[in-house]
């Protein structure tokens, strides 16, 4: 599978963005499960949100709750991330990832070693 996402950029302070994650490849988009994680330089990785396949479950780390909106469009074969709200410390390159198989629900969506797949990120930089 292969992810290409998109749609970062340079806004300021409680602006708005949409990322978006397109995939292609063997597996059937509506199989896949799909995650957005972010890492800052000298961070680790951390979860921002994640959407079943069937598009019924999702899961939003705590600082994204409230204020980022995961979705996805099968027949469009993308996974989006509308993010409001936009604060500095949301700076961060943005990774979209995909599996098969997670389990566990929040707990699972929200582990980096859980997902098989991951695009090359895009940078979302909030000034102040």
């Known amino acids: 599978v292969q992810l290409q996402a998109s749609g970062g950029g340079l806004v300021q302070a409680g602006a708005s963005l949409s990322l978006s994650c397109v995939a292609s490849g063997p597996l059937t988009f509506s199989t896949l499960n799909m995650a957005w994680f972010r890492q800052a330089p000298g961070k680790e990785r951390e979860f921002v949100s994640g959407?079943?396949?069937?598009?019924?479950?999702?899961y939003y780390g705590d600082f994204a709750k409230g204020r980022f909106t995961i979705s996805r469009d099968n027949a469009k074969n993308t996974v989006y991330l509308q993010m409001n709200s936009l604060k500095p410390e949301d700076t961060s390159v943005y990774y979209c990832a995909s599996d098969p198989y997670i389990i566990g629900g929040f707990q699972g969506f929200s582990r980096v070693d859980e997902w098989t797949y991951w695009g090359q990120g895009t940078l979302v930089t909030v000034s102040s």
């Open positions: 959407i079943d396949w069937s598009g019924e479950r999702t």
